[in-house]
């Protein structure tokens, strides 16, 4: 396929150079600010940047959210192990323990 890089943008054009649907293209354009002398090779640019932004989870508030969210889960099973492990070293003794020392 041959493609005018300089050319005007046209979306199904940079779909297919892409390789990703015109409809994920769309939504992808829908945060990238295109003027009228936007050239399919500055679109190209545009959304591959965009593509490796959201590789990297830096390309929209939903992606921090999550990291977020797998961060505190996994300092909650930290915490959980942590104490798991000085309970069972006997440094510390559960509440229900009928024993007393």
Do not use: C
Request: charged share 25%; aromatic share 2%.
């Amino acid at each position: 396929m041959m493609v005018d890089l300089n050319g005007k943008i046209n979306q199904t054009t940079i779909a297919e150079v892409v390789g990703i649907s015109r409809q994920a293209l769309s939504r992808m354009l829908n945060k990238i600010v295109l003027d009228t002398h936007t050239t399919i090779g500055d679109g190209i640019r545009m959304v591959f940047s965009q593509l490796r932004e959201q590789a990297a989870g830096r390309a929209s508030g939903s992606n921090h959210a999550l990291v977020k969210a797998r961060t505190e889960s996994k300092i909650q099973k930290a915490e959980s192990i942590r104490l798991s492990n000085l309970e069972r070293k006997e440094f510390l003794l559960p509440l229900n323990r009928s024993n007393s020392y």
